[in-house]
Each structure stands twice: as C-alpha cells, then as structure tokens.
Nanobody, 124 residues
Framework: QVQPVESGGGLVQAGGSLRLSCAAS????????MGWFRQAPGKEREFVAA????????YYADFVKGRFTISRDNAKNTVYLQMNSLKPEDTAVYHC?????????????????WGQGTQVTVSS
C-alpha cells in the first residue's frame, strides 16, 4: 500500500504560481508512475499531468501545456507540480495518484492509490 499525501495548495491571484508536492510515508514512490488529477465542484475528475517512474516521460493535458510542469525527486520520495500563469478555471482540488502497472497515464482508472487532495483557488 502507498498513501500519497499532497501539500502546497492555497489561494493565489490569477497569473500567480503555486507548487504542489506529493509525498508518501513508508513505501517508496520511485517504482510508480505518478499522476496529478483535479476535480472542480460539480465537475468530473480530470487528468492534469503524469510522469514515469524515472522522470523520463511526462504527459500533460492540453489545457496546462506550457503552464504546468510535473517533476519528481525519487531521493526525496516526492513528486511536484509547478503551476504557473494560473487562471480562475484552474480552481479545483488537486489529487496525486500512483499507478502500479503503468497503464494508460491519462485515465483515472489506471491509478491504484490516491491522496486526499489539496485545494487550489485562483481568484480573478
């Protein structure tokens, strides 16, 4: 079992930046593909970004390309999501997830372990 724990959310003005972190106690995250998803009120959970176990491959939703960057530091057992040029429509709860079997990286059902999420609110 892996329990991801997100941090770094908060309130920011449009155009600002935040860096989310995802860590796990106990078991290492280094063998998992990791993903970030978000869910806004009244909307379905949607894919944001994913990264392979060694950081060699990254995947992004079209709406964050050029603004968000996913990265990982396996020595620190942590995955990051750097979010720049934030927009009010980026407001959501952001969840970190771990994929054991390297299935389709953009599909939520590929991921086995989920964090509780961290709230990101972008004001206009």
């Amino acid at each position: 079992q892996v329990q991801p724990v997100e941090s770094g959310g908060g309130l920011v003005q449009a155009g600002g930046s935040l860096r989310l972190s995802c860590a796990a106690s106990g078991r290492t995250l280094s063998r998992f593909r990791m993903g970030w998803f978000r869910q806004a009120p009244g909307k379905e959970r949607e894919f944001v970004a994913a990264i392979s176990w060694n950081g060699g491959n990254t995947y992004y939703a079209d709406f964050v390309k050029g603004r968000f960057t996913i990265s990982r530091d396996n020595a620190k057992n942590t995955v990051y999501l750097q979010m720049n040029s934030l927009k009010p429509e980026d407001t959501a709860v952001y969840h970190c997830a771990a994929d054991r079997l390297n299935l389709a990286p953009t599909l939520a059902r590929s991921y086995d372990y989920w964090g509780q999420g961290t709230q990101v609110t972008v004001s206009s």
